[in-house]
T-cell receptor, first 115, second 116 residues
């Protein structure tokens, strides 16, 4: 069975600081997909990124970047120059296999940006 | 292109009543997933449906819970004889019908169920 671990329950940083959210996953499948979602205080879930197991290239999107390392089974998320609007709960998730299947979520990291 | 729609956004029921949660997927999406988020917890998978078929219901409680996705109309998650432990946020997600690839699941705003 697959598992996603987000060891950081809560993180607080001062605005403009950089912050990294950790995600470690477990799966026996050689093909899998990793995701990050953001849940702001309003409660909806916002998709951030999807990455398949064959693509280890790091990705940058504005102030967001993701570091995928198969050797350590990690898919970490960094926010550069954090802003108050980044305050949210962030979830890492995994889908195993080739097709459409259920997402296995981590327990989330609550990020608070202090103005 | 409208996103995933869920209604109602908030639902209050007394113990023993029935709760019906509706989900309309994004246009062009034929795969629907239901997840439950208990207070201060992550999301747990409940059921995966395609039109008129339940593909995976491994996360559904064996009793009182059922789901459907008819040929016409929204997907329905039905909870009979609700208990206080059913109080949670229920999220629906949808994805397009692409074979051989795990497509992104886009989530609706959720239905917050409170059982009194």
């Amino acid at each position: 069975a697959q598992k996603v671990t987000q060891a950081q329950t809560e993180i607080s940083v001062v605005e403009k600081e950089d912050v990294t959210l950790d995600c470690v996953y477990e799966t026996r499948d050689t093909t899998y997909y990793l995701f990050w979602y953001k849940q702001p205080p309003s409660g909806e879930l916002v998709f951030l990124i999807r990455r398949n197991s064959f693509d280890e290239q790091n990705e940058i999107s504005g102030r967001y970047s993701w570091n995928f390392q198969k050797s350590t089974s990690s898919f970490n998320f960094t926010i550069t120059a954090s802003q108050v609007v980044d305050s949210a709960v962030y979830f890492c998730a995994l889908i195993k296999g080739f097709g459409n299947e259920k997402l296995t979520f981590g327990t989330g990291t609550r990020l608070t940006i202090i103005p | 292109n409208a996103g995933v729609m869920q209604n109602p956004r908030h639902l209050v029921r007394r113990r023993g009543q029935e709760a019906r949660l509706r989900c309309s997927p994004m246009k062009g999406h034929s795969h629907v997933y239901w997840y439950r988020q208990l207070p201060e917890e992550g999301l747990k998978f409940m059921v995966y449906l395609q039109k008129e078929n339940i593909i995976d219901e491994s996360g559904m409680p064996k009793e009182r819970f059922s789901a459907e996705f008819p040929k016409e109309g929204p997907s329905i998650l039905r909870i009979q004889q609700v208990v206080r432990g059913d109080s949670a946020a229920y999220f629906c997600a949808s994805s397009p019908p692409v074979a051989g690839v795990a497509e992104t699941q886009y989530f609706g705003p959720g239905t917050r169920l409170l059982v009194l």
